[in-house]
């Protein structure tokens, strides 16, 4: 047994016993918190003073650099992490979903900053905006480090998930971090930081860990600082409503528990093979981490016609989810993360047997699997069948944390929509519909939308990949209305943007390129005797630029492309049908002027830039006519840093630049952006 430590300031501290972690397979005694006090306000200061200071020493890009690392060094260390965890009754499955998901999180955002955020701590959210006649002056967003201390306060279900979903947004932005772990399971949380720690790779200050209450913390926090919370939406309500976080507006994010439906839609029946995939999910929902996940599935819309079948094919498979130690063969399902939480659950049970009958799992006969179990917080699953759904309360309102859940009965699309919508505080995580029907999903999707966070539309060919109701992707907006928080977390590079500020800009263009350190149409140039394209990363200049010689289009270059690209649209060759549009006679075709400007501005020869990846804003402004003359402009736009390397092992960046296509009359007609692949100096 140990005493668990806060690290707090640079320091690991707390060395005498105070409350015992139970473990929840056998009641063993795991840990111990600390006794002695933390000093908010010495955390708070150091992590604004030492940890902002050191993490913006570092750009978007070495962030991302490090998650990266970060993430390789805890999966290298994963094993030790799976031996705590199995005292928080999890399965090898359960375990998967927290350990390998918080680490695959971090790689998911490494990658993420490394292809969507600058080098630097400025990132440009464009457009710029042309506010004057004459292009003298614009606007834009820029997005930058807040320059305060981001607190989380999470859940017991996702000791190492729940932190590191929310670390690796937060790190991106340069935000140090205080984490407030759910002290049940908080030894794991410990054991995940002690690993961190040991890496070397943080700078000092980015992270602090809290074991224990979190005291009198929020009073310290100021308007620059950011909260999040993961848990109940009591607890939610009450920490939104703190007197300092209110009082200086800190922005709060909580995800909170919601009772998240599965439908079945009204063309399922049980011959098809969708009946049989939406059985599973329900089973997979109600028994992985034993239903502790605020996405579990809580209610089972089915039509009424089906209820009985679908209760039947639930009861047998769960009749077959062998309950106990997880180090047992054959046990599909651990126990809850405590004795109190077992408590918690029971009596939320019976709550809910107010409005609902028991189908399964109150039989009396109910003994886990394993050695030493009895003191464990094991329970079976539980199916509910709630008749008259129509009515308020009962499963609508009332949540069992745990491996339970409630059938409910429907007549029609229209009745599944308003028992969806029910309940208190309305408004839930995600919800699954499974359909053979694309019109059924068109018509039930945008309204069910109004009220969840996020919604699986489930049918044989999703289902062949699903990665599951329960399953929140860093990828994809993580959060829900009403009850279920308001907030939102993950979404990819939304939650990075979350943590930074925007802040709309304007000025002039070349101030605008200063400050955003991309180049902005309008601003100075730099003309140089060089071609651009013959400069090594580390010596070309955001602003360089070349103006190329001119090119006059034939009939001959028409006639030409369109037989060797097989484009042989109307426009291009039609003089009679072209008379008739709005431009009143044949135009060239669009990507012709684009090849054809690629030929005014590429260098032939052998130099630094290697390879032409990609291509956006791509716009034609103005139809190119036989006999115009073109010419291009080449802009250094924007130089990333991303570490990269080629094949051979070579340095190299990536290299944005402006390409503006205009006429004889100096109008624009095509406008864009290429991305290319730039060798560094060796």
């Known amino acids: 047994m140990s005493v668990l430590q806060s690290y707090i300031a640079g320091q690991w501290f707390g060395k005498a016993e105070s409350k015992a972690l139970i473990s929840a397979i056998n009641g063993t005694t795991v840990?111990?918190?600390?006794?002695?006090?933390?000093?908010?306000?010495?955390?708070?200061?150091?992590?604004?003073?030492?940890?902002?200071?050191?993490?913006?020493?570092?750009?978007?890009?070495?962030?991302?650099?490090?998650?990266?690392?970060?993430?390789?060094?805890?999966?290298?260390?994963?094993?030790?992490?799976?031996?705590?965890?199995?005292?928080?009754?999890?399965?090898?499955?359960?375990?998967?979903?927290?350990?390998?998901?918080?680490?695959?999180?971090?790689?998911?955002?490494?990658?993420?900053?490394?292809?969507?955020?600058?080098?630097?701590?400025?990132?440009?959210?464009?457009?710029?905006?042309?506010?004057?006649?004459?292009?003298?002056?614009?606007?834009?967003?820029?997005?930058?480090?807040?320059?305060?201390?981001?607190?989380?306060?999470?859940?017991?279900?996702?000791?190492?998930?729940?932190?590191?979903?929310?670390?690796?947004?937060?790190?991106?932005?340069?935000?140090?971090?205080?984490?407030?772990?759910?002290?049940?399971?908080?030894?794991?949380?410990?054991?995940?930081?002690?690993?961190?720690?040991?890496?070397?790779?943080?700078?000092?200050?980015?992270?602090?860990?809290?074991?224990?209450?979190?005291?009198?913390?929020?009073?310290?926090?100021?308007?620059?600082?950011?909260?999040?919370?993961?848990?109940?939406?009591?607890?939610?309500?009450?920490?939104?409503?703190?007197?300092?976080?209110?009082?200086?507006?800190?922005?709060?994010?909580?995800?909170?528990?919601?009772?998240?439906?599965?439908?079945?839609?009204?063309?399922?029946?049980?011959?098809?093979?969708?009946?049989?995939?939406?059985?599973?999910?329900?089973?997979?929902?109600?028994?992985?981490?034993?239903?502790?996940?605020?996405?579990?599935?809580?209610?089972?819309?089915?039509?009424?016609?089906?209820?009985?079948?679908?209760?039947?094919?639930?009861?047998?498979?769960?009749?077959?989810?062998?309950?106990?130690?997880?180090?047992?063969?054959?046990?599909?399902?651990?126990?809850?993360?405590?004795?109190?939480?077992?408590?918690?659950?029971?009596?939320?049970?019976?709550?809910?047997?107010?409005?609902?009958?028991?189908?399964?799992?109150?039989?009396?006969?109910?003994?886990?699997?394993?050695?030493?179990?009895?003191?464990?917080?094991?329970?079976?699953?539980?199916?509910?069948?709630?008749?008259?759904?129509?009515?308020?309360?009962?499963?609508?309102?009332?949540?069992?944390?745990?491996?339970?859940?409630?059938?409910?009965?429907?007549?029609?699309?229209?009745?599944?929509?308003?028992?969806?919508?029910?309940?208190?505080?309305?408004?839930?995580?995600?919800?699954t519909l499974t359909t053979k029907d694309p019109a059924i999903a068109a018509e039930m999707i945008p309204i069910l939308a109004a009220q969840h966070g996020r919604l699986q539309i489930l049918d044989a060919q999703a289902s062949k990949e699903s990665t599951g109701h329960g399953s929140p992707l860093p990828m994809l907006k993580h959060g829900g209305p009403g009850r279920a928080g308001g907030g939102e977390e993950l979404g990819g590079i939304r939650a990075v943007h979350h943590y930074l500020q925007r802040t709309a800009i304007q000025g002039s263009p070349s101030m605008l390129a200063a400050v955003t350190k991309e180049y902005v149409r309008g601003a100075k140039v730099i003309e140089t005797d060089v071609h651009p394209f013959r400069r090594y990363f580390d010596d070309l200049q955001v602003g360089e630029s070349l103006l190329t010689h001119r090119r006059t289009v034939t009939e001959a270059d028409i006639v030409n492309f369109g037989c060797l690209s097989g484009d042989h649209f109307y426009m291009h060759f039609d003089d009679i049908a072209a008379k008739e549009t709005q431009f009143g006679q044949r135009i060239a075709h669009g990507y012709f002027v684009l090849s054809a400007a690629a030929g005014l501005f590429v260098y032939p020869g052998e130099g630094p830039v290697l390879a032409n990846y990609g291509l956006d804003t791509l716009r034609f402004i103005t139809p190119v006519l036989v006999g115009d003359t073109i010419r291009a402009r080449l802009t250094c736009k924007r130089k990333i840093d991303q570490g990269r390397t080629s094949p051979d092992g070579h340095p190299q960046g990536v290299v944005m630049w402006d390409v503006a296509v205009t006429n004889q009359h100096d109008e624009l007609v095509a406008s864009y952006d290429i991305l290319t692949l730039v060798a560094k100096r060796q």
């Not at 309500?237 to 200086?248: E, Q, R, T, V």
Request: glycine share 8%; hydrophobic share 40%; proline share 5%.
């Open 31 to 431: 840990a111990h918190t600390h006794q002695e006090e933390i000093n908010f306000r010495e955390a708070v200061a150091y992590a604004r003073n030492t940890g902002v200071k050191n993490m913006l020493a570092l750009d978007f890009q070495q962030r991302a650099a490090i998650l990266k690392a970060l993430a390789a060094y805890i999966q290298e260390r994963k094993r030790e992490l799976y031996a705590i965890s199995h005292h928080t009754g999890c399965t090898k499955a359960d375990s998967w979903i927290d350990i390998d998901g918080g680490f695959g999180t971090l790689f998911t955002y490494a990658s993420t900053g490394r292809k969507e955020l600058p080098s630097g701590n400025v990132a440009h959210e464009g457009p710029v905006t042309q506010l004057g006649k004459e292009n003298h002056f614009n606007g834009t967003h820029i997005l930058v480090p807040r320059r305060g201390v981001s607190v989380h306060i999470n859940a017991f279900n996702f000791p190492i998930w729940g932190m590191l979903e929310k670390f690796a947004p937060a790190f991106l932005a340069g935000m140090p971090c205080i984490f407030k772990p759910a002290t049940a399971t908080s030894y794991l949380t410990e054991a995940a930081v002690r690993v961190i720690n040991d890496s070397g790779l943080l700078p000092e200050g980015a992270l602090q860990l809290v074991i224990g209450g979190a005291g009198d913390l929020l009073d310290h926090l100021e308007e620059q600082d950011f909260v999040t919370f993961t848990g109940s939406a009591s607890t939610a309500l009450k920490l939104k409503s703190h007197p300092n976080i209110m009082a200086k507006s800190i922005p709060f994010n909580a995800e909170a528990d919601s009772l998240n439906s599965a439908i079945m839609a009204p063309d399922v029946s049980p011959e098809d093979e969708e009946f049989e995939i939406f059985a599973k999910e329900v089973i997979k929902e109600m028994t992985a981490k034993a239903g502790q996940k605020c996405t579990a599935i809580r209610r089972i819309l089915v039509p009424a016609e089906h209820l009985d079948a679908l209760a039947n094919t639930l009861k047998s498979r769960l009749a077959n989810i062998v309950v106990g130690d997880p180090h047992e063969e054959g046990v599909r399902m651990g126990a809850l993360s405590s004795r109190d939480q077992l408590r918690d659950v029971n009596h939320a049970i019976e709550q809910l047997l107010e409005t609902s009958e028991c189908v399964f799992g109150r039989d009396g006969n109910f003994k886990p699997v394993g050695q030493g179990v009895e003191n464990g917080a094991f329970i079976t699953p539980h199916l509910l069948i709630n008749r008259n759904p129509l009515n308020d309360g009962g499963a609508h309102d009332i949540e069992a944390f745990g491996p339970v859940a409630t059938l409910m009965p429907y007549s029609g699309i229209v009745e599944a929509l308003t028992i969806a919508a029910k309940g208190k505080g309305k408004g839930s995580l995600v919800t």
